[in-house]
Structures are given as C-alpha cells and as structure tokens.
C-alpha cells in the first residue's frame, strides 16, 4: 500500500478545521467523524466514537460503517513522494544473516509498520506559552497560581 502513495498532505499552524457542509471528500483532508453503528468493522477501525481520519479511508469504508463527519481540515501543502523507491532499498538490504531470509523479511515489514504507526500517532496536547521578561518573574508565576506540571524553558 504504501508503495502506491504518491503525494501526503503537510499540515502546518495556520491550517484551521472547518465545520462539515457535505463538501466532496477529498482523500489527502482529514476529517473529524463521529461513529453510529456498532459493529466488527467499526470496532476494529475505530478506537473511539469520535475520531480523525483522512478522507481516502472514508472513500472505501464498506456501507454498514455508518458515521457523521462534523469537521475537515484541508493541508495547505501537498508533498509529492516516492515511498516505492525507500521500500525498495530496505528489501535490497541484509539486516539480519543472510542465511536467515525468513526473520530478515519479518524485520523489514516490521520497520516499516512501526515508522507508518509513529507517523500517524494521533496525538493533541494542549500548550500555551507565556514571556517574561525574566527567569525570576517566569518561576514567581508559577509559584502564585501554583502551577505544578508546568515546565519553564528559556
């Protein structure tokens, strides 16, 4: 699969949700969905009853996967690529014994499934930066709205 993808949308700062209005789905756009059935599939794609996936999923989701999409980001920059090329040069390699062609190719499937997973880790902490004019009035802050998993950095 990832040998076929061509072009990945970049996300940056400045790119914004935007509530759903039956706009086309557009495969490199990730959505916000919530999920109404209940069924095998649903519980083995979805984690949650409310999640992010990317549009080429929703093109292909089968009829009994029933869900509303509520917001959608579009990439405001679209890299081309050629996984093909990488893919290629990892299977060309020996990683493990060459006499061990069996554990070789387990290990470079692995490599590539745990770098798409890290890719893709969905994850959103909440930041909010804040400037002083000076390390003492930055530690005073914290200490009077008592802050305690607060990390100052200069």
Not at 42 to 57: A, E, M, Q
Not at 71 to 80: G, R
Not at 92 to 113: A, Q
């Amino acid at each position: 699969m990832m040998r076929k993808i061509i072009y990945i949308p970049v996300f940056n700062y400045f790119d914004s949700y935007k509530s759903y209005n039956g706009e086309e789905i557009e495969p490199l756009n990730k959505y916000i969905i919530k999920i109404k059935s209940d069924n095998n599939i649903t519980n083995l794609l979805f984690k949650n009853n409310i999640c992010r996936v990317y549009g080429l999923l929703l093109k292909y989701l089968p009829n009994d996967v029933i869900y509303d999409i509520i917001y959608f980001i579009k990439a405001s920059v679209i890299k081309e690529v050629n996984y093909s090329i990488l893919i290629n040069d990892l299977y060309n390699k020996i990683i493990i014994d060459k006499n061990d062609e069996k554990n070789d190719k387990h290990l470079k499937k692995n490599v590539i499934n745990i770098i798409t997973g890290l890719l893709e880790k969905n994850s959103n902490i909440k930041t909010q930066s804040l400037i002083f004019k000076n390390l003492q009035d930055a530690v005073n802050y914290k200490n009077k709205i008592n802050l305690k998993n607060v990390k100052i950095t200069i």
